[in-house]
C-alpha cells in the first residue's frame, strides 16, 4: 500500500508572506510613502507645466498669485506628511482598529486639503483643477501603503 504524504499547497494563504510594508514600523513606511509621493507629484507637476498650465497660484483670497516652482509639490508633501506620520503613529498605538481609523480620517482630511487650491485667489482654473489632483496623486500613494501596514497591525495579536 502506498502512503500518502500530505504537504501545504505552495499558494497557502494562511501565512501570508512578510512584506517591506509589513515588516517596517509605521513611521518607516508612512515616511517611505511620502518619499515616493514627493517624488509622484513632482513629476505631475512637470508634465503639467509641460503641457501648459499656467503655475501660478495664490492663497486663499489673494488679490495676486505667486510662481509654483519646481520643487514645490515635493516640498508640500514632505510638510504634509511629517503631520501625517505623526498621526499614523498616533492611531497605530490608540485606536482599536487603526486601519480603518487611519483610512476613514486620510479620507476626510484629503477632500479637506481641496479647499484651498478651490479656493485659491487669482489661480486659473486649470491650475486649480491640476493642484487638486496633486493632492489626489499623494493621497493615492500614500494611503493604501499606510492603511495596509496598519491593516497587519490589525491582524497581528496584541500582547
Not at 517596517?24 to 517624488?39: E, I, M, T, Y
Request: contains cysteine.
Amino acid at each position: 500500500m502506498a502512503q500518502t504524504v500530505s504537504r501545504p499547497a505552495a499558494h497557502d494563504r494562511s501565512t501570508p508572506t512578510p512584506t517591506f510594508v509589513s515588516t517596517r514600523p509605521v513611521w518607516l513606511v508612512s515616511v517611505a510613502a511620502g518619499a515616493v509621493a514627493a517624488v509622484a507629484t513632482e513629476v505631475y507637476g512637470l508634465i503639467a507645466r509641460g503641457l501648459g498650465t499656467p503655475m501660478r497660484a495664490g492663497n486663499v483670497g489673494a488679490a495676486t498669485a505667486e510662481p509654483i516652482t519646481v520643487g514645490m509639490f515635493a516640498m508640500g508633501v514632505a510638510v504634509a506628511m511629517s503631520v501625517g506620520t505623526l498621526l499614523a503613529v498616533l492611531i497605530a498605538r490608540r485606536a482599536a482598529r487603526p486601519a480603518r481609523t487611519y483610512l476613514r480620517t486620510t479620507v476626510a482630511l484629503t477632500a479637506l486639503s481641496m479647499i484651498s487650491p478651490i479656493l485659491a485667489g487669482d489661480t486659473a482654473i486649470s491650475t486649480k483643477l491640476m493642484l487638486c489632483g496633486a493632492h489626489l496623486v499623494a493621497a493615492a500613494v500614500v494611503v493604501p501603503t499606510v492603511t495596509r501596514r496598519l491593516a497587519d497591525a490589525d491582524r497581528a495579536p496584541r500582547a
